[in-house]
């Protein structure tokens, strides 16, 4: 469905944006959400490339409605789509993670639940397999919110979680974007375009379960070149991450700007303040932010999910409980 769209009586140019009604007039009992990154997609992938993209989404998704329909929890089933993701070397999560600027990764996860404002998340893992997971622990297992680096992997050592070599999470298709930016630096053409810089392959997943329950998971390779420990929006509760009684959220895009607005908590802020529905919320805050740097899923209380990004694409997957299950990559 294609939606027009004005806030405040101006027309916001750039955002694709879509709530997803269900094909009957029934309130879905279970909603799920998934993306795998949002960024500069061409749309002149062969038709294989978009066939594989395709597949892996829906792949997911499978998993996602197998285990909602078994009645499993929004965290579980999250955690569960996102471990999917992880292990899809298309996306920058887990296999296919980004490369640092010394050719390494570092790996970022989140996850929230709505009761509560329950969190967990960890940062600059090196060697756990689905830092996803890991997150969930943090949640589950600790007074704290988010664990880094060498306490996230004395953590993971505690919790006996599944554990790679770093290059584990090595593919060809990153390393290639590692090549583009170190060549962009030793001709001083640092801010070129770099692919790896402009496919900000975040993945995410946001559920509505049979229960009412609301929870996001959202995981990440990180930037291509990214050095110092830098860490982005995925991580960070009310960034890249959210889940409250409204809504849950999980983002894509440019962690640094994703931070300084707070994008997924805003998402529910305007729903609270302004009574928006999840896909006017979605669209008024990626038309915050400049043209180019992200996007969104979300769904609300009452399951109904939606999207919005101004970048070229956001590969994306919907499924609920009235039957509906489609994937997307632009905005057709």
């Given at each position: 469905?294609?939606?027009?769209w004005m806030l405040?009586?101006?027309?916001?140019?750039?955002?694709?944006?879509?709530?997803?009604?269900?094909?009957?007039?029934?309130?879905?009992?279970?909603?799920?959400?998934?993306?795998?990154?949002?960024?500069?997609?061409?749309?002149?992938?062969?038709?294989?490339?978009?066939?594989?993209?395709?597949?892996?989404?829906?792949?997911?998704?499978?998993?996602?409605?197998?285990?909602?329909?078994?009645?499993?929890?929004?965290?579980?089933?999250?955690?569960?789509?996102?471990?999917?993701?992880?292990?899809?070397?298309?996306?920058?999560?887990?296999?296919?993670?980004?490369?640092?600027?010394?050719?390494?990764?570092?790996?970022?996860?989140?996850?929230?639940?709505?009761?509560?404002?329950?969190?967990?998340?960890?940062?600059?893992?090196?060697?756990?397999?689905?830092?996803?997971?890991?997150?969930?622990?943090?949640?589950?297992?600790?007074?704290?919110?988010?664990?880094?680096?060498?306490?996230?992997?004395?953590?993971?050592?505690?919790?006996?979680?599944?554990?790679?070599?770093?290059?584990?999470?090595?593919?060809?298709?990153?390393?290639?974007?590692?090549?583009?930016?170190?060549?962009?630096q030793k001709t001083?053409?640092?801010?070129?375009?770099?692919?790896?810089?402009?496919?900000?392959?975040?993945?995410?997943?946001?559920?509505?379960?049979?229960?009412?329950?609301?929870?996001?998971?959202?995981?990440?390779?990180?930037?291509?070149?990214?050095?110092?420990?830098?860490?982005?929006?995925?991580?960070?509760?009310?960034?890249?991450?959210?889940?409250?009684?409204?809504?849950?959220?999980?983002?894509?895009?440019?962690?640094?700007?994703?931070?300084?607005?707070?994008?997924?908590?805003?998402?529910?802020?305007?729903?609270?303040?302004?009574?928006?529905?999840?896909?006017?919320?979605?669209?008024?805050?990626?038309?915050?932010?400049?043209?180019?740097?992200?996007?969104?899923?979300?769904?609300?209380?009452?399951?109904?999910?939606?999207?919005?990004?101004?970048?070229?694409?956001?590969?994306?997957?919907?499924?609920?409980?009235?039957?509906?299950r489609e994937t997307?990559?632009?905005?057709?």
């Amino acid at each position: 469905m294609r939606i027009p769209w004005m806030l405040v009586g101006v027309l916001l140019i750039g955002v694709a944006c879509a709530s997803l009604p269900n094909a009957s007039t029934a309130k879905p009992t279970w909603s799920i959400a998934l993306h795998g990154g949002a960024g500069v997609i061409p749309k002149n992938l062969s038709a294989a490339e978009i066939a594989g993209y395709h597949a892996a989404l829906d792949a997911a998704l499978a998993e996602g409605i197998r285990r909602a329909e078994r009645g499993e929890s929004a965290l579980d089933v999250a955690e569960a789509v996102v471990r999917v993701l992880e292990d899809e070397p298309r996306f920058n999560a887990g296999k296919g993670a980004a490369f640092t600027a010394d050719g390494t990764h570092e790996l970022d996860a989140c996850v929230m639940v709505g009761s509560g404002l329950r969190t967990g998340a960890v940062a600059g893992v090196k060697t756990v397999r689905h830092p996803v997971s890991l997150a969930r622990l943090v949640m589950e297992k600790t007074r704290h919110v988010l664990l880094a680096a060498d306490g996230a992997e004395a953590f993971a050592d505690l919790m006996k979680v599944e554990r790679v070599p770093n290059t584990w999470f090595d593919t060809e298709l990153r390393r290639g974007y590692l090549e583009e930016w170190r060549a962009a630096q030793k001709t001083h053409a640092s801010s070129a375009p770099v692919r790896g810089e402009n496919a900000y392959g975040t993945v995410g997943c946001v559920v509505r379960d049979a229960k009412g329950e609301l929870a996001a998971a959202t995981s990440t390779g990180g930037l291509t070149g990214k050095r110092w420990g830098r860490i982005g929006d995925a991580p960070i509760a009310g960034a890249g991450t959210f889940a409250d009684g409204r809504c849950a959220v999980s983002c894509s895009g440019t962690g640094e700007v994703f931070i300084r607005h707070g994008v997924a908590r805003e998402v529910s802020n305007r729903m609270r303040h302004f009574g928006e529905d999840p896909a006017t919320a979605a669209r008024a805050v990626i038309a915050m932010l400049d043209p180019g740097d992200g996007g969104l899923i979300v769904v609300g209380a009452d399951g109904t999910s939606a999207y919005a990004f101004n970048t070229e694409g956001l590969y994306r997957g919907f499924a609920d409980s009235t039957g509906r299950r489609e994937t997307a990559i632009w905005e057709d």
